[in-house]
């Protein structure tokens, strides 16, 4: 911590940074926006990290229904100031890196993702499983810029260029370990949520302020093809899996990709993935899913 002044910390100054600096107001605004969209959110809530086994506190956890898909956010938010803006280094995604995952969940009294053993109870049935989604049926295009690296950046007092990912690193990490929570929510949302079936897509992301997120761009031999450009959202390849509980047998829930962005990037987020019935299913291809699974007479 810097050295600080002895002058005593008054009104004026705990308005100016609950104004300007806390993140616990941008939470606020956050959740509002969420809840205005109509999502059902949690916030401020504690949870197990699946890693440390540490008790670790989430920002904002937020979940949509549109009928049988659910959209699940894990939401942390990072006030980050004009002066350490992030910077964001994107290449061309590749094919491998073209995917994203969504989750088929069932009431096993009602659909078996498997054939059941010629003996078995009810507990050994899966209640899930993953759906990879490739090409035109993934939300994310291969070629499209994808970030690999990211830093906030700054300048000293006597004008030297720094810059430190540890901040905003702890907290998409946090999204990251959030997510796995709501990968055990997505699937029982069949079971439990529907009473049938359900498709569930699980997004973690890192919400800063408008104008604090920057990108730029290299080709694949790492020469920089575009100078930084403020951007409103970037998606970053982390290509993580989550384990499927609640049953005897299980899978893994892949999370490609984690999304950076602004207050109105957030807005443009939802609407890519829940705007209209062609957006849905493209975030939510149902019967694509379906004929993955069961084959094409499904």
């Known amino acids: ?156 007092l006597n004008g030297d260029i720094v810059a430190n990912d540890s901040d905003v690193y702890e907290k998409w990490s946090q999204a990251l370990s959030s997510a796995d929570d709501l990968t055990y929510l997505a699937c029982t949302d069949g079971e439990d949520r529907t009473g049938d079936l359900a498709v569930s897509l699980v997004v973690p992301l890192l919400v800063v302020p408008n104008g604090r997120l920057w990108v730029t761009q290299y080709d694949a031999n790492g020469n920089r093809t575009r100078d930084p450009e403020s951007v409103n959202r970037c998606s970053y390849f982390v290509n993580l899996s989550y384990h499927h509980h609640g049953a005897m047998t299980g899978d893994e829930l892949a999370i490609s990709h984690l999304e950076f962005v602004t207050v109105d990037g957030l807005v443009q987020l939802i609407d890519d993935l829940t705007g209209d019935e062609d957006k849905l299913n493209r975030a939510f291809p149902v019967r694509h899913a379906i004929e993955i699974l069961y084959g094409n007479d499904a």
Do not use: W
């Open 1 to 156: 911590m810097a050295k600080l002044k002895p002058d005593p910390i008054g009104p004026t100054d705990l308005l100016e940074f609950l104004n300007n600096y806390s993140d616990f107001s941008f939470e606020i605004e956050v959740l509002k926006l969420l809840a205005d969209a109509g999502f059902d959110c949690e916030h401020g809530g504690s949870y197990k990290d699946p890693v440390t086994k540490k008790t670790r506190e989430f920002d904002v956890r937020a979940t949509k229904c549109f009928g049988k898909r659910f959209l699940r956010l894990a939401v942390e938010c990072k006030n980050l100031r004009e002066n350490f803006p992030l910077l964001v280094s994107c290449v061309p995604r590749t094919s491998d890196e073209a995917f994203h995952e969504i989750c088929l969940s069932v009431n096993p009294d009602k659909h078996q993702l498997e054939s059941p053993p010629e003996v078995y109870c009810r507990a050994m049935l899966p209640r899930s499983k993953n759906v990879r989604l490739t090409g035109d049926y993934s939300i994310y295009n291969e070629l499209d810029p994808v970030g690999k690296s990211c830093d906030q950046v700054g300048r000293t």
